[in-house]
């Protein structure tokens, strides 16, 4: 993946999650902004800050090469992210530990079916630390809350997901490129 590509694929990446923001965790009373301007009570920076998020995880997966590069493995990869998001929103509070050991048991099962093992499992803590992190800080920082976090100033759900999250990175970095060559064979014949 080149970087173009890579900028690309954040680009759209930040759209989509501005808009499953929006209607899974702003519009459900998960979170709230406190930083303006705002838009439907979001900040403006939000796609800025997916975007970001994007170009990092990103950068993080090319570094792992699934075995499988192909659509089969993307979409529904992000069908059960966007899923689990959506979940995440509609959820009562009270059930973030269980919803966190769910998401995490079933990224084990999906582990289990990749042949990238050691490599997926280090992008994806340091995808899910860093996400966690990161959103930690912004909530610090006073861009915004959970309404009901439950440890630095998220829930527990939080990490699981952006486990999820980095093997769609991960799968769709190997599909952009796989892409790239079969249209540099195209160019050649």
């Known amino acids: 993946m080149t970087d173009r590509q890579l900028v690309a694929v954040a680009g759209v990446f930040a759209v989509f999650l501005t808009a499953c923001d929006q209607l899974f965790h702003v519009r459900t009373g998960t979170l709230v902004y406190h930083w303006g301007p705002q838009v439907w009570g979001q900040t403006v920076i939000v796609p800025v800050t997916f ?34 998001y959506l979940v995440s929103g509609l959820l009562d509070p009270e059930l ?6 769910v998401l995490l048991a079933l990224w084990g099962v999906r ?4 042949h990238e093992r050691g490599i997926a499992v280090a992008a994806g803590l340091l995808i899910a630390v860093g996400g966690v992190l ?3 800080v ?7 809350d959970y309404t009901a976090p439950n440890v630095i100033g998220v829930p527990w759900w939080l990490f699981p997901l952006y486990l ?10 190997a599909l952009v490129r796989w892409q790239a060559r079969v249209a540099s ?5």
């Open 51 to 84: 975007f970001v998020a994007g170009v990092a995880m990103l950068s993080v997966s090319r570094r792992v090469q699934p075995l499988e590069p192909h659509l089969r493995r993307v979409a529904p990869g992000l069908g059960l992210v966007t899923g689990a």
């Open 96 to 101: 973030a530990a269980p919803y966190a050991i």
């Open 111 to 114: 582990l289990g079916l990749r």
């Open 134 to 136: 990161g959103e930690s």
């Open 138 to 144: 912004l909530s610090a920082l006073g861009e915004f």
């Open 164 to 173: 999820h999250g980095a093997f769609v990175a991960a799968d769709v970095v």
């Open 185 to 189: 064979f195209a160019r050649r014949t």
